[in-house]
């Protein structure tokens, strides 16, 4: 398995894989990373990771995952292309800056595009909601409630978003939106009455 970027975002996830016991290989642009993570024998190569000849000498072709976690949005999709035209065997996972950078992800085929922050925020609103008052398992529910419609819906707008949006002018997107933010009041409040049946 390859890693591109071994940031905050791709030390995490290299960390957990390393812990299951997967052999990774990391490509980053920053030496000073690349001498730690030889030092705690993960093999490693430094240059940038959209170069054709360092992804060959990492090893993609034989590789059945490649995760792009790389701060450059630019850059990420052009990887992305790059692998899914030149290596369709592997499977693309990528950090993704916004819903608008995973839409563009998504489109340059990429097998799953995550936003950056998502998981982070979710997890201080859900702390938030605690702190409030609100019981430990309504919240729980509401999380869940809340990740689900929120895959449903980011799924369901791709079709009607524009890569260089005015979002002013695309109605049906604005209507998605709304009825989106609608169908989650109402998600929400199904969970809370569920909620206080059971309770």
């Known amino acids: 398995m390859v890693i591109a970027g071994i940031g905050r ?11 299951a016991g997967v052999r990774i290989v990391v490509l980053d642009h920053r030496a000073d990373q690349i001498d730690l993570l030889r030092k705690l024998a993960i093999k490693s190569y430094y240059g940038d990771a959209s170069r054709p000849d360092l992804l ?3 090893g993609i072709a034989q590789a ?11 850059r990420a999709v052009e990887i992305v292309e790059y692998v899914r035209r030149t290596y369709p065997q ?7 800056y916004d819903v608008g950078h ?16 998502y998981a982070g925020s979710l997890s201080l609103g859900a702390a938030a909601l605690r702190r409030l008052g609100f019981h430990p398992y309504k919240v729980e529910r509401m999380t869940r409630a809340f990740r689900r419609h929120q895959s449903e819906g980011l799924d369901g707008m791709y079709d009607l978003w524009d890569q260089d949006p ?3 002018r695309n109605l049906p997107l604005q209507d998605a939106l709304n009825a989106n933010r609608r169908d989650l009041h109402d998600r929400t409040e199904r969970e809370f009455l569920e909620f206080c049946v059971l309770a």
């Open 9 to 19: 975002f791709g030390q995490v996830v290299n960390s957990l894989l390393v812990a």
């Open 56 to 58: 060959h000498a990492a």
């Open 90 to 96: 592997v499977r693309i996972l990528a950090r993704a």
């Open 102 to 117: 995973m839409y563009v992800l998504k489109k340059a085929r990429a097998d799953l595009a995550v936003r950056e922050v």
């Open 64 to 74: 059945r995952l490649f995760i792009i976690a790389i701060d450059d949005r630019d």
């Open 166 to 168: 005015d979002i002013a």
